[in-house]
């Protein structure tokens, strides 16, 4: 059973420490098993923590190690998150020298068996204490969290030799203020919610072709950078009514776009973008995945589309390119109807999500979960282990000539 410490997020602009309260007990669990020689997590896991118990264990009041305590050691750092509010947040990880940030985005999970984790920040070389920005997998997508509820987090460090250390550091993600476009909407109301979500309502034409019908919920952003949003709920009143996360290059009706949209019901989502002013639209890619966590990233002339079905783990959709994007950008939620005076579309969308990036520090995207193929077995079981580990039993053919038999545990 893993030991209920209990993390509360401390809110600062820039990635900083915690300090830990309520629950059960205090502070984050922390543990060191020493003479491992080398680097390597793995071998930390085989020779240390799935083999024995720690060498020494206690609580950290803030989610760091100790420095310097020992040359080849592993250290683990674990526990409970509670957020204090709901928002989108961004994790960072910093040791000496091979570290990896997991967490259970699923708040009803059984924390005596984490294997929901998810690897959501990492590096393999050494880093400075409390030094976030060396290298690129350092910081986490921007990952939502619930106020109130709790997720499993644990850090891992393996050192060599030198000044060993492990600290966890993030903070929540604020929009900008947002302005309101309509093109030829009939109406367009937007109802925002203390939880930071907004109630939407537009009746309109349809965002498509070369010159749009429907509101934009819009900021101004001005370089590259990764924009987030999530739709939580929606009415169904058109095949083709359209809520969704654009970037636009002007707020005119005719404006160059690249427009992801959750399509309504059980249609999937599209991305649909206007290369020219007062072009025609296209839709250059779509998915059969009715997910509700939408994110477009710009980087110069390139459009970058992803989707997700909770705000972790994130699947490519498309790569746009446009010729000569203006640096000053729109960026928001839009929404049409595609119902005229009819039946209006409903729904709610939570808060814009906007962050910098550069070529020197871009995110990074956590593997995608652990799914099992069979390939004609006699019998194949895989039961996950509460350290991280995966039992297994086949019993099969050959993995051999043309075609294959056994059984394959594995991830994209």
């Known amino acids: 059973m893993i030991p209920r410490r209990f993390l509360s997020v401390l809110l600062c602009a820039l990635p900083c420490l915690a300090s830990f309260a309520g629950g059960q007990s205090t502070g984050l669990t922390y543990e060191r098993w020493t003479s491992i020689p080398g680097n390597s997590l793995e071998s930390f896991r085989k020779t240390g923590i799935n083999t024995r118990t720690p060498n020494h264990s206690g609580t950290v009041s803030l989610a760091e190690s100790p420095s310097n ?31 990896e940030l997991w967490l259970a985005h699923n708040p009803a999970l059984d924390t005596s068996a984490p294997w929901n984790r998810q690897l959501i920040a990492w590096h393999r070389h050494f880093s400075s204490l409390r030094l976030w920005n060396k290298y690129r997998t350092q910081r986490s997508q921007v990952i939502r969290l619930q106020g109130g509820q709790s997720y499993y987090l644990e850090a891992l460090g393996k050192e060599a030799t030198g000044a060993d250390h492990l600290s966890v550091g993030w903070h929540r993600v604020e929009a900008g203020t947002l302005a309101t476009t309509s093109w030829s909407a009939l109406d367009a109301s937007l109802a925002p919610q203390t939880n930071g979500s907004t109630d939407f309502s537009i009746a309109s034409g349809d965002i498509w072709g070369t010159k749009d019908r429907g509101a934009f919920h819009h900021q101004a952003w001005t370089g590259d950078g990764i924009f987030t949003l999530e739709i939580s709920s929606l009415n169904n009143p058109h095949l083709w009514a359209k809520p969704g996360l654009m970037i636009r290059e002007s707020t005119s009706e005719v404006s160059r776009n690249a427009f992801l949209v959750r399509r309504t019901g059980t249609n999937g989502i599209v991305l649909q973008c206007r290369l020219t002013n007062a072009g025609t639209s296209t839709q250059p890619a779509s998915s059969s995945n009715n997910w509700n966590h939408l994110q477009l990233q710009r980087t110069g002339d390139t459009i970058t589309s992803r989707i997700s079905p909770d705000g972790v783990r994130w699947t490519h959709l498309a790569t746009t390119t446009f010729t000569n994007l203006a640096a000053t950008i729109y960026v928001g939620f839009a929404s049409s109807s595609n119902t005229g005076t009819s039946t209006p579309l409903t729904g709610r969308h939570g808060p814009l999500i906007a962050r910098a990036t550069s070529t020197s520090d871009p995110v990074a995207v956590p593997p995608a979960p652990f799914g099992t193929m069979h390939w004609q077995p006699n019998s194949a079981t895989w039961h996950p282990q509460s350290d991280g580990s995966m039992s297994f039993t086949v019993a099969s053919g050959d993995l051999w000539g043309t075609a294959d038999r056994a059984s394959f545990h594995g991830r994209q």
Do not use: E, H, K, W
């Not at 250290?75 to 994790?91: C, E, H, K, N």
């Open 69 to 99: 305590t020992a040359d080849n050691q592993g250290s683990r750092l674990r526990g409970q998150l509670i957020a204090p509010v709901t928002g989108d947040y961004t994790f960072f990880v910093s040791g000496d020298d091979n570290v």
